[in-house]
């Protein structure tokens, strides 16, 4: 049972335009979300997160969106650069915090030049 | 300042036997989790330690055991090793703030391979 879905196994984008990954949820207890990015040989590294009181959030390139009434979240990364090549992972959490993360599979996202 | 530390990095053992895995968290993190990346999956949540103590599991037989020490760096102990098994496990530290913690800080991980 894939509680947190990445329906998107892989995009590619040029460098400077817009990379939207998504992510759907199916656990309504879920409240606070997570976007992590993954090099191959590295651990992931924690990229953005959002609470479910909130419906956006930003960080310099990178914004996330939450809409709980379609349990869906995308995360947008403006303008994309070739170092946001990697592989992004939407995790969540019934927890209200960053704890006990249940992942989804992962976007490979590739920015071409 | 050192980030999360796992050790070794890669491991193979055959079926039946027993493995311990080893993580040292980033610098002022006290809580420890662990997780299973099978390969082309996302993580799946094995277990966290806080003070010592399991504080929370996820869905992991018994032979999934863990243990965290006053310097709050913690070892994953898997039993009676499956082929299934096999997979990167990935060591996360963070604070515990009460009813926050912050986010997770990962190792790169021990590659566990069971022939």
């Known amino acids: 049972d894939q509680q947190v879905k990445q329906n998107s196994p892989s995009l590619s984008v040029q460098e400077g335009r817009i990379s939207i990954l998504n992510c759907d949820y199916t656990?309504?207890?879920?409240?606070?979300f997570l976007w992590y990015k993954k090099y191959p040989a590295e651990g992931p590294t924690f990229l953005i997160s959002i609470s479910s009181i909130k419906d956006k959030n930003e960080d310099g390139r990178f914004t996330v969106f939450l809409n709980k009434s379609a349990k869906h979240l995308s995360l947008h990364i403006v303008p994309s650069q070739p170092g946001d090549s990697a592989v992004y992972f939407c995790?969540?959490?019934?927890?209200?915090?960053?704890?006990?993360?249940?992942f989804g599979t992962g976007t490979r996202l590739q920015v071409t030049l | 300042d050192a980030g999360v530390t796992q050790s070794p990095t890669h491991l193979i053992k055959t079926r039946g036997q027993q493995v311990t895995l080893r993580c040292s968290p980033k610098s002022g993190h006290d809580t420890v989790s662990w997780y299973q990346q099978a390969l082309g999956q996302g993580p799946q949540f094995i277990f966290q330690?806080?003070?010592?103590?399991?504080?929370q599991r996820g869905n992991f037989p018994d032979r999934f055991s863990g243990h965290q020490f006053p310097n709050y760096s913690s070892e994953l102990n898997v039993n009676a090793l499956l082929l299934g098994d096999s997979a990167l496990y990935l060591c996360?530290?963070?604070?515990?703030?009460?009813?926050?913690?912050?986010?997770?800080?990962f190792g790169n991980g021990t590659r566990l391979t069971v022939t």
């Open positions: 995790a969540a959490s019934d927890t209200g915090t960053a704890s006990k993360l249940t």
């Open positions: 656990n309504s207890m879920f409240d606070y």
């Open positions: 996360a530290s963070s604070v515990d703030r009460g009813s926050y913690n912050s986010p997770l800080h």
């Open positions: 330690y806080y003070e010592e103590e399991e504080r």
